[in-house]
T-cell receptor, first 112, second 110 residues
Framework: EAQVTQNPRYLITVTGKKLTVTCSQN?????MSWYRQDPGLGLRQIYY???????DKGDVPEGYKVSRKEKRNFPLILESPSPNQTSLYFC???????????FGDGTRLSIL | QKEVEQNSGPLSVPEGAIASLNCTYS??????FFWYRQYSGKSPELIMS????GDKEDGRFTAQLNKASQYVSLLIRDSQPSDSATYLC??????????FGTGTRLQVTL
């Protein structure tokens, strides 16, 4: 089954404790991206990757890191999480950004 | 001006009626347009994509694109309670940027 898999689905943690949210897709997609969704603000892009080893900032990259060492994986790293990063996060992939995005099920992060 | 604008709603329509959702965008050179449906707490799922001016129909859904006026709309015919969700418009611009609107919440009443 074609899918984008995110882990964990839910996480409650504390300020400053490094965390990683994993994202993996099995569709051989080149383009992958991370979004956060907050009430009233919609989906905002954090980082995207056009292909392996190529990543770029989206609209709200501050406080986040990503890496794309292999095509299928695109982890989101919060080196020192803060409460303003409490949000619902989605990973998405597609053949290219001009094509429909396939979304993961989302990760709800709470930073205390 | 926001890059992609949608009325947040809620848009309330009775069961069986036509729901009309609208989206405007600022980049005149935008190439691709998408409508996603999102149920509360769930991930967005693609409803329609449209790339050229005119109408595109898929079952009860019709997407309409007017590049000259920079708007894209989604019509839902014979609205059902299961259509109650937030509808997100997404636009891929000439600047190679994919931007989502904040979404319109649709409520289909019995």
């Amino acid at each position: 089954e074609a899918q984008v898999t995110q882990n964990p689905r839910y996480l409650i943690t504390v300020t400053g404790k490094k965390l990683t949210v994993t994202c993996s897709q099995n569709m051989n997609h080149e383009y992958m991206s991370w979004y956060r969704q907050d009430p009233g603000l919609g989906l905002r892009q954090i980082y995207y990757s056009m292909n392996v080893e190529v990543t770029d900032k989206g609209d709200v990259p501050e406080g986040y890191k990503v890496s794309r060492k292999e095509k299928r994986n695109f982890p989101l790293i919060l080196e020192s999480p803060s409460p303003n990063q409490t949000s619902l996060y989605f990973c998405a992939s597609s053949l290219d950004p001009n094509q429909p995005q396939h979304f993961g099920d989302g990760t709800r992060l709470s930073i205390l | 001006q926001k890059e992609v604008e949608q009325n947040s709603g809620p848009l309330s329509v009775p069961e069986g009626a036509i729901a009309s959702l609208n989206c405007t965008y600022s980049d005149r050179g935008s190439q691709s347009f998408f409508w996603y449906r999102q149920y509360s707490g769930k991930s967005p799922e693609l409803i329609m994509s449209i790339y050229s001016n005119g109408d595109k129909e898929d079952g009860r859904f019709t997407a309409q694109l007017n590049k000259a006026s920079q708007y894209v709309s989604l019509l839902i015919r014979d609205s059902q309670p299961s259509d109650s969700a937030t509808y997100l418009c997404a636009v891929y611009s000439a600047a190679s940027k994919l931007t989502f609107g904040t979404g319109t919440r649709l409520q289909v009443t019995l």
